[in-house]
């Protein structure tokens, strides 16, 4: 798999990411909460989210990246509250670029963060951010069951109801999210094919071991 193509407006992407040597990303409820807002901060402005988990020491998250209007229009924001008088047009921005760069000032800042609280120096994630792009819906389908199953193949949860840390519970939720709930469900079908497809206990999917 080619872990290192741009992440291009319009197009899904399965993101994912560790931490370096046998560290951990989160140690405290604190952490995680923390890491979720970063990325509604830093990510949410310039991708739609279909689901996420996030283990002790990585993260994975399906997204898709939003059309270059959107991003532009995010991009002007950010510069404008630099008080910048000019900036680049629609058609000199680099959008991959961009998005790249939102996703580095997410990471830096969470780790800011992080090495602060728990008073340590130098790198938390590994040097780049993998993924893959998703267009085949049997492969959506499959992501989705395999992000949330991670906390069971990693023996952090025995059921999904149980992991805190992941979108699963937010399909069955009134409250509003930042989760495209109807997108995901109208790959299953419906709600009930939804769970009952995350009943399996594992999926003959070839992913990276994380």
């Keep these: 798999m080619n872990y290192f193509i741009p992440l291009e407006p319009n197009n899904k992407y399965h993101i994912f990411n ?27 402005p310039i991708a739609t989210t279909y689901c996420y988990v996030l283990i ?3 993260f994975h998250f399906f997204i898709e990246i939003k059309g270059k209007q959107e991003i532009y229009n995010h991009y002007v924001q950010i510069e404008k509250s630099k008080e910048k008088i000019s900036y680049l047009n629609e ?5 991959e670029d961009f998005v790249m760069q939102q996703f ?3 990471f830096n800042s969470y780790t800011k963060s992080y090495n ?13 951010l993998r993924r893959t792009m998703i267009s085949d819906v049997e492969y959506l389908r499959n992501i989705v ?7 069971i193949h990693h023996n ?13 519970k937010a399909f069955f939720s009134d409250k ?25 206990k594992s999926i003959n999917f070839n992913q990276p071991n994380l």
């Excluded at 952490?31 to 990510?43: D, Q, W």
């Excluded at 602060?116 to 780049?128: C, E, M, P, S, T």
């Excluded at 069951?145 to 906390?151: C, K």
């Excluded at 952090?156 to 699963?168: M, P």
Aim: glycine letters at 4%; proline letters at 2%; hydrophobic letters at 30%.
């Design 176 to 200: 509003s999210s930042k989760i495209d709930r109807a997108e995901v469900v109208s790959w299953f079908g419906d709600l009930e094919n939804f769970t009952n497809c995350h009943s399996i």
């Design 18 to 44: 560790q931490a370096v040597g046998n560290e951990k990303l989160f140690r405290n409820d604190d952490n995680y909460t923390y890491f979720l807002r970063k990325f509604n901060e830093y990510i949410s």
């Design 145 to 151: 069951l395999y992000i949330h199953q991670n906390p």
């Design 116 to 128: 602060k609280r728990f008073n340590r120096k130098g790198a938390l994630f590994i040097d780049y």
């Design 91 to 95: 058609n000199e921005l680099v959008y």
């Design 156 to 168: 952090c949860s025995t059921t999904l109801e149980d992991w805190k840390y992941s979108s699963y």
């Design 56 to 58: 002790p020491n990585h």
């Design 104 to 106: 580095s000032n997410f």
